[in-house]
T-cell receptor
Framework: NAGVTQTPKFRVLKTGQSMTLLCAQD?????MYWYRQDPGMGLRLIHY???????AKGEVPDGYNVSRLKKQNFLLGLESAAPSQTSVYFC?????????????FGPGTRLTVT | GEDVEQSLFLSVREGDSSVINCTYT??????LYWYKQEPGAGLQLLTY?????DMKQDQRLTVLLNKKDKHLSLRIADTQTGDSAIYFC?????????FGTGTKLQVIP
């Protein structure tokens, strides 16, 4: 049982390049989330999904797109990377248990945009 | 949206108690969580409290909730060097949670 995994662990992009971050979970969780973590700002929600085929915007969605074609995978795309997107990205998943949204986190992806 | 505030830094001596405080704005949170992040790692759930409780104890951890003042605190008794980490307060909302800025706990041997 691997829990939540993220690919890749590190990446350096040039401004304007595109990339996709992959999140996978093997716990059969309904909900999945993408966050970014910046110094002094905690975790900010980018996009999330409450089930296969559904996505919703979080607090900071601009410049990112997501897809959830399979229940176990949640992809985060950057179409045209900008230096402001330099950050550590975390994926999380949560089972559907009433009002309890306890989250299980992946190890993170450190992205640098030059 | 929900605002969650924490002080950024706390330094304590090994063996002392640590108290990390959090204030939030959304009174409708049903579950309120504390997460721990060690260097270079993702977040791990430490404990949580249900909104109809005012205190929860779990070994060295004590969570206090003051719903009227929208104040949550985490007390770590007998703080050890292994407790050095960033601690996040995270009130739960509808389908998601909101994370505070995190408090970096430094434990001095």
């Amino acid at each position: 049982n691997a829990g939540v995994t993220q690919t890749p662990k590190f990446r350096v992009l040039k401004t304007g390049q595109s990339m996709t971050l992959l999140c996978a979970q093997d716990m059969n969780h309904e909900y999945m989330y993408w966050y970014r973590q910046d110094p002094g700002m905690g975790l900010r929600l980018i996009h999330y999904s409450v089930g296969e085929g559904t996505t919703a915007k979080g607090e900071v969605p601009d410049g990112y797109n997501v897809s959830r074609l399979k229940k176990q995978n949640f992809l985060l795309g950057l179409e045209s990377a900008a230096p402001s997107q330099t950050s550590v990205y975390f994926c999380a998943s949560s089972p559907k248990r009433g009002a309890n949204y306890e989250q299980y986190f992946g190890p993170g992806t450190r992205l640098t945009v030059t | 949206g929900e605002d969650v505030e924490q002080s950024l830094f706390l330094s304590v001596r090994e063996g002392d108690s640590s108290v990390i405080n959090c204030t939030y704005t959304d009174s409708s949170s049903t579950y309120l969580y504390w997460y721990k992040q060690e260097p270079g790692a993702g977040l791990q759930l430490l404990t949580y409290i249900f909104s109809n409780m005012d205190m929860k104890q779990d070994q060295r951890l004590t969570v206090l909730l003051n719903k009227k003042d929208k104040h949550l605190s985490l007390r770590i008794a007998d703080t050890q060097t292994g407790d050095s980490a960033i601690y996040f307060c995270a009130p739960g909302g509808y389908q998601k949670v909101t994370f505070g800025t995190g408090t970096k706990l430094q434990v001095i041997p």
